[in-house]
Each structure stands twice: as structure tokens, then as C-alpha cells.
């Protein structure tokens, strides 16, 4: 085991090397500046329009991945040991992908400036292996904005594609890519030292979380490409997560998940699912395919933000977080671990290593929802999760926990204490909404008002009340119902 001063991935069949560059370099930065292909566009770059949508494909566990990624907050570095997929790498003008040839003879491109996102987004939908339905296509396109087409062609398109993708088989080469040593980039950009570095083991990332107490931890890095591109901030030591084994994995006990810190939204959606289907559904409303492909629950809970979405969903859940640092590990309960606004429990030294979610008891309900201005790719405004036994009709257990309603994710006590060994109907479910006055003083922003805020807060505990009372009245149709009726 020995340390590389170079990243090495494959772009267009080919080995690149690079140990020279900014590691702080989007990887739309390089394909558009330094390799000339511009064919990757940029519009927000922020991670919300697609249109830099690539590729990447890398061995798991013996098995090619292949998800869509925005290349406008990915750093360069991030690519070792991956493929990048790109749309100059899939066809060319004469001789185009079979999806290029469908979206255009579908009429599904008007200013093109969009579309090869779209086509790297199907392109990664086509190697899923799932079938290409209404709703599938719209998942894996939600992450796309196309201002003058119209979506309908898009997907018409999408609709005739082959069922698998063809890509070359080039697990020997990937294989190749992967072993043993870990990075250390040192280079000196503009005068300025800068420092990246890709630790394999836990034992490697506690050393040099020690050694490097101000770097940066990098896992998926959908918030901290923004603090590039959008602040401008000049981060100088980087420790990136994504190769640290330990990290990406989930393991099950007879009684809990134990979620490692840098596994993507995209892997954990469906084991947390079979426990908490609601939790399920607004994940799957968190930012698009390309941010749920690299973003990381670590990430979300790390980054202390009040209104990321799983913290309130999962502190319901009764999560807990393992904390590591070089003394070894402590688990608290993940409500304690937001202290106040900016501030949590971590101390110099540790880093989020696990999140250990407890599997759901037999009498106990749940329910998240997150309220937000669109229906995905939007931050919350309000996101709520809750949970409770219910025996003989009495709630017990009562755990009720918001985003977006104070300087931290919060769980609402009063309301909570409202409902504890109450019966579960509405006087009550509107008992503990009149007590969630005392839980919390919203704020107004440019999401939402602090009036808004409150009465959307109040109404989800009916909400839920109301959901299960109906359960077996309400039916709302999906899209593939949808489109059956019309
Ligand atoms: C277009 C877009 C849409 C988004 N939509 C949503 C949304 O709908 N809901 C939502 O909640 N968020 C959303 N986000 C925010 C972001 O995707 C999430 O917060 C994500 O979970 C961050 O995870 P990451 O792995 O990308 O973190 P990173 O950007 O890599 O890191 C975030 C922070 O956590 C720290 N960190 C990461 N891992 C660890 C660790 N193991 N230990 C200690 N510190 C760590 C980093 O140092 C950094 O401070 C969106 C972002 C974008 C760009
Ligand atoms: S440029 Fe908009 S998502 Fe990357
Ligand atoms: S074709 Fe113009 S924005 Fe999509």
C-alpha cells in the first residue's frame, strides 16, 4: 500500500493521468477548458439545471455502476478510479448514440443547449436495468430543465429506447484503476499551496483528520461545490471521503441500519424504505438523480443546515450518530448533535462515521413530509417527521421532530407531550398542533413566511392524522394511473 501524487480515471477508453490542476477544479471546468470538449454545457452551475449532466461508471463490489452526476460541483479528484462519461464519448455527429438519433428525430430538442444533458440522464437510465416507464423517465429527467422543447417529445423518446444500454464491457480496465494506495495532490496554484488527499482507511482518515484539523471533509461535495462555484471561497486542504471503505457501506442488525456516512442518497433510499416508506417518498424529492447520486445523509447531517431534510425525518426515526476521532468513538443521539445554528457536537478531530437508524417496531406509525416550493429539486420550507407506538388506539413513544421551523433541525416537545398516552384522534392530533405554538417561533424568509411556516407545521400533524383515519378511503393515483385513465 503506497500513496499516489496523481488521480488516474478513464475518459474516452482511455487512462488519463493528471497531478497537476486545481483540486478544486469542477470537472465541467476541465472537460470544457482543459480537454476542449463542449460539449458538456453550463448553465446554473450550482447542480440545479442538468446541463452539465456526465456520466460516471466504477466497480463495486465486482459489479460497474453507472450514475448520472452534475459535472458543474464535482472536483476534478473525485474521478480517481472512475470512468467519465461524457456526450462527445457516446457518439459523434455522424456517427450518434441511438438516443441522440431518437430524442432528435422526436422533435425533442429546439435550442439543444439542454439536451446533452437529457441524453447523459437517459443514458443513465438506460443502464439501470428498470423498465422505461412514465415515471421512471421522469425521475431520472427531474434533474433537467428544458425551457423551449416541452418534456413530451423528450419523453416519447425516452419511451422507444432500448431496454439495456451497450456499453463496452470495461471491467478489467476498471479493475485496473482500483487498488491499494491512497492520494496526496500537492500543488501550488497561483502562489496558493493547495492540498487534496484520498485516504483508503479508517486508520488513514483519523491520522489525517489529526494532522489536518482545518481541512475540508469531501464526500459528495453537493454543498461544498457550491461554496466554490457560487462563494468563490478558496478551500486549500481537501480530505475526500469517497474511497474510504469503512465509509460506504450499510450493514443490517436484527434491529437497525447501520448507515455508513459517505453512502449516497441513491443507496440508502431503498433499504431505509422497507422500514419507512414515507421516508422513502421525500427522498426521492431531494434535489434530482445527479444530487442524489453523490450526496451523502452524512453530508446532510454534517453540514448542520436547519432545513436539510433528513435530519428531522430520521431524529423521528430515533437515529443515532457514530462519531470517530482519533480517541476512538462516541454514539449519540442525533438530536444532540445540533447544538445551535453553525454549531455541533463534533469535536476537533472527528468526523461522522455511521448513522444507526433503528428498524420500525410493529405497532409503531411514521410519517415524513417535506414541503417545499416544487415538487423536487427545491430545499424545504417545512420538513417534518413522526413516529409513535399505537396500542389499543393510545399513542407512546411520541417522537415529532421539524426542519425549517428554528436554527436547527428540533424536535417538538410540547406537541410531542401532547399526544404521549393520548388517544390518536383528531381532539388530540389538534391538541398538539395548538402546542406546537410553544415548541417553536418560525422565521420569515424567502421560502416562507413565519405564519406560513407555523400553520403548514400544524397541518401535518393533522395531515397524518388524516392519512390514517383514510388510509383505506384515499387512493391517489400515480402517474402511470394517470396516464392509463387519460
Ligand atoms: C441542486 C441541489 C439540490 C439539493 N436539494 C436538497 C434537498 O432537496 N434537500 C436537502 O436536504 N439538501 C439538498 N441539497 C443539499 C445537499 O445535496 C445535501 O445537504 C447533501 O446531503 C450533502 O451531502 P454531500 O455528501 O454532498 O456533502 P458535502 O458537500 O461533501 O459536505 C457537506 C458538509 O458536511 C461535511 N461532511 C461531509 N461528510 C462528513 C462526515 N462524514 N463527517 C463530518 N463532516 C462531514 C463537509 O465537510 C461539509 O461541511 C441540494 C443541493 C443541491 C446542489
Ligand atoms: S450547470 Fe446547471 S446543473 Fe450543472
Ligand atoms: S432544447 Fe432549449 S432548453 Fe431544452
Given amino acids: 500500500m503506497g ?9 474516452d477508453g482511455e487512462v488519463v493521468r493528471e497531478s497537476h490542476l486545481d483540486p478544486t477544479m469542477s470537472v465541467l471546468q476541465y472537460l470544457r477548458e482543459r480537454r476542449m470538449k463542449t460539449g458538456t454545457k453550463e448553465g446554473c452551475a450550482e447542480g440545479d439545471c442538468g446541463a452539465c449532466t456526465v456520466v460516471l461508471r466504477e ?12 459535472a458543474c460541483i464535482l472536483f476534478v479528484p473525485a474521478l480517481d478510479g472512475k470512468e467519465l462519461v461524457t456526450v462527445e464519448s457516446i457518439g459523434t455527429p455522424d456517427a450518434p448514440h441511438e438516443i441522440q438519433k431518437l430524442v432528435a428525430e422526436k422533435h425533442g430538442s429546439q435550442c439543444g443547449f439542454c439536451t446533452p444533458g437529457i441524453i447523459m440522464s437517459l443514458i443513465a437510465l438506460q443502464a439501470d436495468d428498470v423498465p422505461h416507464t412514465h415515471e421512471n423517465i421522469g425521475e431520472a429527467l427531474a434533474g433537467n430543465l428544458c425551457r423551449c422543447t416541452g418534456y413530451g417529445p423528450i419523453i416519447d423518446a425516452a419511451k422507444t429506447m432500448a431496454p439495456k444500454a451497450a456499453f463496452a464491457d470495461n471491467t478489467e480496465q476498471l479493475a485496473e484503476l482500483q487498488h491499494d494506495d491512497s492520494v496526496h495532490l500537492s500543488v501550488n496554484i497561483y502562489g496558493q499551496d493547495k492540498q487534496f488527499f484520498i485516504p483508503k482507511t479508517l486508520e488513514q482518515l483519523t491520522k489525517l483528520r489529526g494532522e489536518y484539523p482545518d481541512a475540508i471533509l469531501l464526500a459528495g461535495g453537493t454543498d461544498i461545490g457550491l461554496w466554490v462555484t457560487k462563494h468563490h471561497m478558496t478551500l486549500t ?9 469503512a465509509l460506504n457501506h450499510i450493514t443490517q442488525t436484527s434491529d437497525a441500519l447501520h448507515i455508513s456516512a459517505g453512502v449516497t442518497y441513491a443507496d440508502t433510499v431503498a433499504d431505509l424504505g422497507v422500514y419507512y416508506p414515507d421516508m422513502d417518498t421525500v ?4 434535489g434530482a438523480a445527479q444530487i442524489r447520486n453523490l450526496g451523502t445523509i452524512g453530508g446532510n447531517i454534517a453540514n448542520g443546515s436547519p432545513i436539510g431534510d433528513m435530519p428531522p425525518l430520521l431524529i423521528a426515526a430515533g437515529a443515532k450518530l457514530v462519531l470517530q476521532g482519533a480517541d476512538g468513538e462516541r454514539i449519540i443521539a442525533l438530536e444532540n448533535y445540533f447544538i445551535d445554528y453553525g454549531k455541533q457536537d463534533l469535536r476537533p478531530g472527528e468526523f461522522v462515521r455511521e448513522i444507526i437508524v433503528p428498524k420500525t417496531g410493529e405497532h409503531q406509525h411514521y410519517f415524513a413530509y417535506k414541503i417545499s416550493k416544487r415538487f423536487e429539486s427545491d430545499i424545504s420550507a417545512v420538513c417534518m417527521g413522526m413516529s409513535f407506538d399505537l396500542v389499543g388506539g393510545v399513542c407512546a413513544n411520541v417522537r415529532i421532530a421539524y426542519g425549517g421551523m428554528a436554527a436547527t433541525p428540533k424536535r417538538a416537545k410540547h406537541a410531542e407531550a401532547a399526544l404521549e398516552n393520548q388517544e390518536w384522534n383528531e381532539a ?8 406546537l405554538t410553544q415548541d417553536f417561533a418560525p422565521i420569515d424568509d424567502m421560502r416562507a413566511s413565519k405564519s406560513y411556516r407555523m400553520q403548514v407545521a400544524q397541518n401535518l400533524i393533522l395531515k397524518a392524522w388524516l392519512e390514517d383515519e383514510n388510509q383505506k378511503v384515499i387512493h391517489v393515483l400515480g402517474p402511470e394511473e394517470i396516464e392509463a385513465s387519460s
Fill in 3 to 11: 500513496t499516489r501524487n496523481y488521480i488516474q480515471f478513464i475518459l
Fill in 59 to 70: 466497480l463495486v463490489s465486482g459489479e460497474i455502476k453507472t450514475r448520472s452526476v452534475n
Fill in 237 to 245: 486542504t481537501i480530505i475526500y471521503l469517497g474511497h474510504v471503505e
Fill in 283 to 286: 427522498m426521492r424529492r431531494i
Fill in 428 to 435: 388530540n392530533a389538534r391538541a398538539a398542533m395548538a402546542a
